[in-house]
């Protein structure tokens, strides 16, 4: 069979591509004005060549020489009704989820054809836009991109980005009571990790960490997870990887909308709501939510509480403009969580102390992206506003009367963002150049910041050439020159390669350059109290980083079996780590540096997918960390840790009953900390996590269900251990999960054109 | 589908939303101990020389209600303690005029650490100091018999100069031998959240021979409107034993 695959530029394939796989829903019919009637037709049939089997519920898109869009989706049998008028001139693309897209031009299809759809396994027809100008098809993105879609993120009754991340490779998720869930990736903590949303910075770091289980998922298209520097691009913190998480959007309907419900047994309840409406080429999407968790107390006797309730209210309003060549938009979003933590009896008189902690984020971003000829441009901006406060009441349980306290701002953090992207072809199929501006400022307000403001600002140039030295070999040597306020900045620079050894080996490297200067909570946060302090170090020395990374992919596909293998490897290493220690015989925490960090690593993952029914996944990596502070205490080697992750998902296709499993086991881990002169060692124990659930969905795809286990191995907290002078001193529980709990999530959609 | 999404719904609401307080209360038991309060003030004004720090210090004689002196931050009435050796400082745990007292309940210069990449960090803290121009001599027992609020209070109005003399406490004259520890303090939280270790009994022997056990009972960590830090401590007079005499 013949595709015009081959004949279409890139662009308008990648347009194409992400048209598709935007499509969620199953209704569709004609588009617009009418002028000529579609009165001719032509009957295709599509079919899965692996198993002869009717493709049902495949999305046709019908592109007529006219402009005019008809929309179609396959019956029961895979039959479908390509609907035209005039002259039997156009473009038609095929697309399912599972399957690879395909093109194919009208007049070539000949009435009661049938049509066979390669299936895709792995999704690696999947299209990802992090650091890229056109949606690129995953597979030919020069960085490593891993994508986890908006099935996956259904199928792990995930609510937000923390429970994704996991089950995830080269990830390690941490609970902190106060601070949240933060993250480690490739040896890197999460200072180094950049987390975007819509190419928008999340602004609000505690610790140097984004609290991601404050990034919602129910209105999210697909994460995109960027193992490796894109420094040159996104700046400071996208060293070890980026995080960027898209948000759907509403191209096609006249009217879309969502409510999703979801309770999970540990007395999680969450309910989301989004309605889009399209006026032409314009579209308004308002979507919202609120989440209630009820807390989990192991131990009645005492009043504290293992794991906090919590609840959240969110809400976004969107505009969008999109036409082939133009698009423009606006987004305003609103997100406030409310957490409530109980003392514990504090003295002879039973008295307590409860508090509610409050985190408001107000976030407004604008884009543009203009195409014309071989160029593009595309701009982002963003103002972001973070705040954290605090009130509560103390009393005495003799009484129980409550004296309430004032409630204090103890953080207001504002960012404003821009960054513009012109992309440009200069040899079409061999050079290419993508060249930016990358402006932030960062202000940093509260009682306790020295002189009660702070503001940091960083502005940067960046150049990006990509040379595609034969069809299938290309370099991309980058660079980015950077003004800081309050550094000087080095020249930032990265070289990515890739080769596609033959179709099915492919090979990617990457050489960075990487600059952290501290951000504003580690130079001058100051908290003092009676008899203890947190005290931001003005004398702080900015993170200077190398990175580099390789991996290799294979593919073997044989009948309907499919395979692929991935090995990679890293280094980094950075001279003056930013960490926290405790300061001797006091309460009080400081920042200071580490004079030199490394991180190496390797992972395995293998992948096997039985015709698109049956996909399995199995992965090794090992982590290894080393720092002068290991080094001063003797361990002048590289601390390994082991992690082993594996998955199952069946996929029924005729009941459309959807089976997971995902395994993680995280290794132990070793780790040394300074607590003023003298260094302890910590250890933390390995732990397992296990996911199941099965999917099934009713009315076409309207509603989708999902029952499932998380947790199944009931794994709440791990020991860490401290060894001071490799002597034990003490440990206590790291939590990682309130255990093993069960979850139901509805999901109905309505769409109608 | 619609019994479902029903059943659903109901179950929703059902398994939320099911705390109550009010079985939290708590009716204590009086002793019949002596007690005594000093309210270190906190300073919560942005603007004052003294934000952030205790500023009022108190005097006590044990068996007096009324203070025997109170000192105020930044006034000639305050009295600088210091357990740091420096130039400004040289008297080491410095003397006062003032007199005739057995405890300060006062903000005073704890320690100084070297600490990498900062430099000398000096460490403050509030606490009770005792009059080491008395001759008082302290010891401490902590209590580990129990968690338990009630019976730890039980323990210590039981506490008897026999069972004192079982422990086999060192005994201290060092100004800070109370200092800080009676107290300890979670900055994780805003505001910093400070538990009374009321297991920490104290035993004070007089110079003339009388010995007091005195706990700490209460740290009013609350800032609420009038910005008051009210730490109480309990204490009795123990009898002597038949042996002593």
Redesign the interface.
Known sequence: MKTILDTMSFKSRAYWVLIFFSVTSVVFAQADVDPNPLTNQCLIQLIDPADKEPLVGAHICVELADGRRVYEVSDTEGKVKLLYSGEKVGTVAISSIGYVTTYMQLNEIEDGAIIPVKADVFNINQVVVTGTSEPTPVDSSIYKVKVIGEEKIRQSGSVNLAEILLTEANIRIESD??LGSQIEMLGMSGSNVKVMIDGVPVVGRLNGNIDLSQINMSNVKQIEVIEGPMSVIYGSNALAGTINIITKKNNYHDVSAQVD?F?E?V?R?SGNGSVSKRLGNSSVNLDGGYE?F?GVDYDESS?LMDWRPKKIYRGNANYQYQTDHLSFGGKVGYYSDQLF?Q?????????V?D?Y?YTDRLDFAANLAHKWGNSSIDVVAGYNLYERS?DG??MS????EK???EK?I?QEASQFMTRAIYSTALIPGKLSLQSGVDISSETFEG?RVVD?KQQLGDYALFLNMNFAITPSFEVQPGIRFAYNTKYDAPVVYSLNTKWNIRSDLSWRASFARGFRAPELKELFYE?????????G?S??EAESSYNVNTSFDYKLQHDIHNWRFNVAAYYNTVDNLIAL?S????????Y??ISEYQSTGTNIDVNYGFKNNLQLRLGYGLTGRQSSVSEESGYDEFNFSHDLFAGLKWKERKSSVTLAIDYKYTGEIQDFQ?S??VITEVRQEAYQIMNASASKS?FKNK?QTTLGVKNILDVTSVNRTNYVGGAHSGGSGTPISYGRSFF?N?IYKFNKL | MKKVLFAFAVASLGLGFTSCDDDEKITPIDYGMKTFEADYMYDTDEESAYYGNHTQQTFMKLGEEEAVHMGVMGDDSWTDFSMVADPEHEDYNISTNITGWDLAFTHYTAMQVEYPGYGLYTVTASGVLINTEEGIEVGVYDYTDSEDITTISSAFADMTLADVETYNLEYSSDIATIGYGWKTVDTSVTPALYTVNSNKFYILKMNNGDVYKLRFVSFQTFNGADQSRIAECEYALMEPTEAAE
Do not use: C
């Open positions: 009571m106060m419900a309770v047994s007395g309840y209630y009820s009043r933590v003392s514990d009896i504090l003295d002879a008189k039973y008295n102390s508090s902690y605090s009441y103390s349980l003799t009484d129980l004296t309430w306290r204090v103890s009682p009660q908290f003092i109290d009676s008899n203890h302090e947190i005290y170090n004398d702080l220690a300061v001797a015989d006091s309460d009080g925490w400081q200071y540096n300074l003023g002169d009713f509603l139901i509805l």
